[in-house]
């Protein structure tokens, strides 16, 4: 590992992010890591400046990206920062992107509209080693990526699964576990059967059950019609999603539980952009969860996925399995 270097942009929140990794390698595998940093400044005119201060030549580097960044200035500065380090003859470049931005569009679903996470691929992937990201918007975006460009998919259920039972383990029992809509269901009953599995050693055994919601949305950014399959009366209900960005759906689902006879309201989503802000998830749900995959202040809860990225960083490097490390 002692050709490995981290490195970030200290002036972005990935640099405790950053941190946080270095840390946890040390921690757990007693292996010191190199952070390092790169500068990003802008010219007078907006355009993206890069410049790695230190030498990086025959290094193999994880570059550390931070998702709350403006997404066309997230998607350019990767472009740059992956030239300048290969013209500075790195060994090795993986991109660590805790949330991909540009995932959404990942398939034509109207004439003359772009695969904007295909488009994202084929400007990243040649010269990369590997990509680090968790919970994609859809696990087929790992196919847009060539073969020599393998894409590390971290799951964030195990930490949330863990910190559920750490902290809400009573307001468990009897809980619906539902799906905002139906292109989350297959995620939702992965969490489910996270959850699931996580109490086969405990005596007291819960009663978990699934449910899904019908979205139709009329215009990006906007949610219509939804509906509601399955049983949530009397039942504490936790919302699982990828991604929350004005918190639409996850509002308009806590409405529809609530007309249903749902008890607490818990929502998750890894990714919480909140371009509308918190509130409108505060005010109606009980718990609101997210991951530091996007910055956010503490007014919410926040579970760390650091060493969940620390772990993968280590064992793509040594040549361990990653998947066990979503094993409960
Ligand atoms: C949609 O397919 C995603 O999984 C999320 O449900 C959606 O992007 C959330 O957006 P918003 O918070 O704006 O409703």
């Not at 981290?6 to 990794?21: E, M, P, T, V």
């Not at 040390?26 to 500068?39: A, Q, S």
């Not at 300048?84 to 995932?103: A, E, H, K, Q």
């Not at 978990?208 to 009329?218: C, G, M, P, T």
Request: glycine share 6%; hydrophobic share 40%.
């Amino acid at each position: 590992m002692e050709n490995v270097i981290l490195l970030s942009d200290r002036n972005s929140h990935s640099w405790r992010f950053a941190q946080k990794i270095q840390e946890h390698i040390f921690k757990i595998r007693g292996v010191n890591i190199d952070l390092r940093e790169i500068e990003i400044t802008k010219f007078n005119n907006g355009e993206i400046r890069v410049h790695v201060p230190s030498n990086v030549r025959k290094k193999d580097v994880f570059y550390i990206h931070d998702s709350s960044k403006n997404p066309s200035d997230w998607w350019v500065e990767l472009l740059l920062i992956k030239d300048l380090l290969l013209r500075g003859s790195v060994n090795s470049l993986s991109l660590v992107l805790p949330n991909m931005l540009y995932s959404r569009q990942d398939r034509k679903d109207q004439p003359r509209v772009p695969i904007s996470a295909r488009a994202l691929a084929d400007s990243l992937s040649k010269g990369i080693k590997r990509i680090i990201t968790m919970d994609l918007h859809a696990n087929q975006i790992q196919g847009f990526y060539p073969a020599s460009t393998p894409v590390d998919n971290l799951y964030s259920f195990p930490a949330v699964v863990r910190y559920l039972r750490k902290h809400y383990l009573q307001d468990l029992d009897n809980l619906v576990v539902v799906a905002p809509d139906a292109g989350a269901a297959r995620r939702t009953k992965a969490f489910l059967s996270k959850l699931e599995k996580a109490q086969e050693d405990s005596l007291v055994k819960q009663k978990y059950s699934f449910a899904l919601l019908s979205k139709i949305r009329d215009a990006p950014g906007e949610v219509g019609e939804m509906k509601l399959v399955g049983d949530v009366e009397g039942k504490n209900a936790l919302l699982v999603d990828d991604l929350i960005d004005t918190g639409g759906t996850l509002r308009k689902a806590a409405e529809i539980l609530r007309q249903h006879g749902a008890r607490k309201l818990f929502c998750y989503g890894t990714h919480g952009i909140f371009t509308k802000g918190t509130e409108i998830l505060t005010e109606v749900f009980d718990k609101v969860l997210t991951s530091n995959t996007q910055y956010n202040e503490n007014s919410i809860e926040i579970i760390d996925v650091t060493p969940l990225f620390a772990e993968a960083i280590y064992r793509a490097q040594v040549g361990l399995s990653v998947s066990t490390l979503f094993e409960l």
